[in-house]
């Protein structure tokens, strides 16, 4: 199958790591993308890494990858307000013509 | 570089009457073009997908059609919409020659059925 799937709410505290979690059943090799979307608004892609990387840091994001698991997750160190949103995983179906999606995990972040 | 446009961004409309949300994508030629609906301000469906002028996929069966009367041109359209309609619309786009490309999203329509 094609599934994706993430927990659905996460609440942290500003300053704090957020670590949103995603699982998939498909193990081909492929990009696996996150994506953020804020209240109101369509997706913004905001990193990605390839099956072949086990992690990729970008500023305050780290996305790890544990391809034996198939579990990818995404950190967000020293959480903002302004990351309050649903973020969606995602990968590309096997004719790589689509995106699956994961259910989105929605993080709210507290002052 | 490669822009998305997607309006109406707000709609209501009154049950049993049509409806017709575009989008158009700017710098780029021959891309994928796709309609997702996001219920709930959660998960998202895909309706349709496109890789090519009249070329459409249908992901589920329901009250909508969509069309691509032009090669960077996506249209959503319905004859008579239910209340069931209701939801957030995102038209997508990613480069049609490549595997492996994120999609790129348009800031969406919100539709409300009344």
């Known amino acids: 199958g094609e599934d994706v799937e993430q927990s659905l709410f996460l609440s942290v505290r500003e300053g704090d790591s957020s670590v949103i979690n995603c699982t998939y059943t498909?193990?081909?090799?492929?990009?696996l993308y996150w994506y953020k979307q804020e209240p109101g608004a369509g997706l913004q892609l905001l990193t990605y890494?390839?099956?072949?990387?086990d992690m990729k840091q970008d500023q305050r994001l780290t996305v790890l990858l544990n391809k034996k698991d198939k579990h990818l997750s995404l950190r967000i160190a020293d959480t903002q307000t302004g990351d309050s949103a649903i973020y969606f995983c995602?990968?590309?179906?096997?004719?790589?013509?689509?995106?699956?999606f994961g259910t989105g995990t929605r993080l709210l972040v507290s002052p | 570089s490669q822009t998305i446009h997607q309006w109406p961004a707000t709609l209501v409309q009154p049950v049993g009457s049509p409806l017709s949300l575009e989008c158009t994508v700017e710098?780029?030629?021959?891309?994928?073009l796709y309609w997702y609906r996001q219920a709930a301000g959660r998960g998202l469906q895909l309706l349709f997908y496109?890789?090519?002028?009249?070329?459409i996929s249908s992901e589920v069966p329901q009250n909508l059609s969509a069309s691509r009367p032009q090669d960077r041109q996506f249209i959503l359209s319905s004859k008579k919409l239910l209340l069931s309609d209701s939801g957030f619309y995102l038209c997508?786009?990613?480069?049609?020659?490549?595997?492996?490309?994120?999609?790129?999203f348009g800031n969406g329509t919100r539709l409300t059925v009344t």
């Open positions: 997508a786009w990613k480069p049609g020659v490549t595997y492996n490309s994120p999609l790129h």
């Open positions: 498909d193990s081909s090799s492929t990009y």
């Open positions: 890494i390839f099956s072949n990387m």
């Open positions: 995602a990968r590309p179906d096997t004719g790589f013509q689509k995106l699956v």
């Open positions: 710098g780029t030629s021959n891309p994928n």
């Open positions: 496109s890789v090519g002028i009249g070329q």
